[in-house]
């Protein structure tokens, strides 16, 4: 699958497939966090990359595989082997969860009968992700638990990865958020449609975002020492793959899709973010690697619901991740953030394909995004399916990388194609209608974001745009009362 991905893209973007950076000096550092904790740990991680230096220097061959390994993950990202050898499902974990009625005890001495090597529990979903012993294997142990009368279902923890590529070009302005039209600077690509953008600026002369407004990003983590983030990111976030709170960004997926939804705006730095004033909360839920277990992202999704800070609560949460597989647990902890009023995003997949990626399928809960371009044309890496539900820039969106893979003399932002780029870009806007409108629920919110977009590709609703590309200034502007 991930063959054809690549293939498509390589046939798309020829120069395509590697991080690039832009050729600017940084001047200054930017804007520092505003919470105390933020502060110490951009502190902590100046002083971490000082130390790295002084050992890179003497030749650590510790220190400076951190460096080298960081750029090998960013070149094994873009190679085409990257999904296809990865596995389906964990061969350590499972996912279990009991009938109601059963105490805990039971349900414990039920998974130490079939020999659990260890369990937890995931909280308010009562799911139990349980370690198998390294001699059963976790088809074996499933099978058995299934036959259990006492199991509601057991299911296998399927992997979840990424869905956005870098690639290695760079240009000066983000055609989605206001596309002038005209040459893209991009080598080998057509002219850009003037006006084929989500109309952000229009939206913003109305709306521009409630910092108790949160917008969680379940991804690789976020750099929130970055320029561009750090005033922007409300605390250091829950770490599910190291289980730590510090969802400090190893890979760089993360960090561009935070800087999608909120980058810091008007402040004279770098790129502007779609949700100027809402903050971001990081969900570390997928390796340095690149790949997640659906474990992490059920755990997160329960976290993210229940996190407060004040009188900021998660009002979105952003999920530019995908798997092939559906899973109850997912389902279950999907709607369990539904139910406390938050709007789900989703990307929809980058095989190409027809097939909507889970959790974007899940029609009752999700809002399922697609990938436009800059003429608002579908990608053709776009993945179509009735469960699509609207269409976001996901071709060549500029945005935040972070620090530590940025090359000196280079500043920190990126070019990125992927449906990863295309959810942060709804998440934002559903952040900027419920800052306006707090009172409004997830279902009016996305009936908002579903009913307000310009047509694309097909006429009328189709499987690869859903209702079309959002339209963020049709759906926040008020109504003019003519006479
Ligand atoms: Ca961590
Ligand atoms: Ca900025
Ligand atoms: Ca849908
Ligand atoms: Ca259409």
Redesign the pocket.
Same mark, same amino acid.
């Given at each position: 699958m991930s063959f054809m991905i690549h293939s498509k893209k390589a046939k798309s973007f020829p120069v395509a497939l590697s991080i690039l950076l832009v050729m600017i000096l940084i001047i200054g550092t930017g804007h520092l966090a505003a919470q105390k904790t933020i502060k110490e740990k951009i502190k902590e991680k100046k002083a971490a990359a000082q130390t790295q230096k002084t050992e890179s220097k003497l030749g650590n061959v510790l220190s400076s595989k951190f460096n080298d390994d960081t750029l090998n993950k960013i070149k094994i990202m873009s190679q085409p082997e990257a999904r296809q050898s990865s596995k389906k499902y964990s061969s350590e974990k499972i996912l279990v969860k009991f009938k109601p009625g059963l105490s805990t005890q039971a349900t414990h001495n039920i998974l130490e009968a079939y020999q659990a090597e260890s369990y937890r529990l995931i909280p308010k979903i009562n799911v139990y992700v349980v370690r198998v012993q390294e001699e059963i294997s976790v088809e074996d142990s499933l099978a058995a638990l299934k036959r259990n009368p006492d199991v509601l279902y057991a299911e296998p923890d399927y992997k979840l990865h990424l869905l956005a590529e870098p690639n290695d070009e760079l240009f000066k302005y983000q055609y989605a958020l206001y596309n002038k039209g005209g040459t893209l600077q991009i080598p080998g690509s057509p002219t850009g449609k003037q006006r084929a953008d989500i109309k952000a600026t229009g939206a913003w002369d109305y709306v521009r975002g409630n910092p108790e407004v949160l917008v969680a990003v379940l991804d690789t983590?976020v750099d929130y020492t970055h320029p561009d983030l750090a005033s922007k990111v409300i605390s250091t976030g829950r $770490?599910f793959?190291?289980q730590?709170d $510090?969802?400090?960004d $190893?890979h760089w997926h993360g960090t561009h899709v935070a800087g999608i939804i909120g980058a810091a705006t008007n402040n004279n730095e770098g790129i502007a973010g779609v949700a100027w004033n809402c903050q971001i909360l990081p969900g570390?839920i997928i390796s340095a690697e690149g790949e997640g277990d659906y474990s992490w992202l059920i755990e997160a999704l329960v976290w993210a619901a229940d996190y407060t800070s004040g009188q900021a609560r998660v009002r979105v949460i952003n999920m530019s991740v995908g798997g092939d597989e559906p899973a109850e647990a997912l389902e279950e902890a999907l709607g369990y953030a539904y139910n406390k009023g938050i709007i789900l995003v989703a990307a929809s997949g980058n095989d190409g394909l027809p097939g909507v990626l889970y959790p974007a399928a899940y029609d009752n809960y999700c809002l399922a995004v697609g990938a436009s371009d800059y003429n608002d044309q579908i990608a053709d890496f776009s993945n179509s399916g009735p469960e699509v539900d609207v269409a976001a820039p996901g071709v060549w969106v500029l945005s935040t990388i972070p620090m530590a893979m940025t090359e000196p003399g280079y500043l920190p932002y990126a070019y990125g194609s992927g449906t990863s780029m295309s959810a942060p870009h709804v998440a934002g806007f559903a952040a900027l209608i419920k800052s306006h409108k707090p009172w409004l629920t997830p279902a009016e919110i996305m009936k908002i974001i579903k009913y307000t977009p310009d047509d694309i590709h097909e006429a009328g609703i189709d499987e690869y745009a859903g209702y079309g590309r959002i339209n963020t200034e049709r759906a926040l502007t008020p109504f003019r009362i003519l006479k």
């Open positions: 983590g $770490d793959v190291n730590d $510090d969802a400090f $190893d570390k």
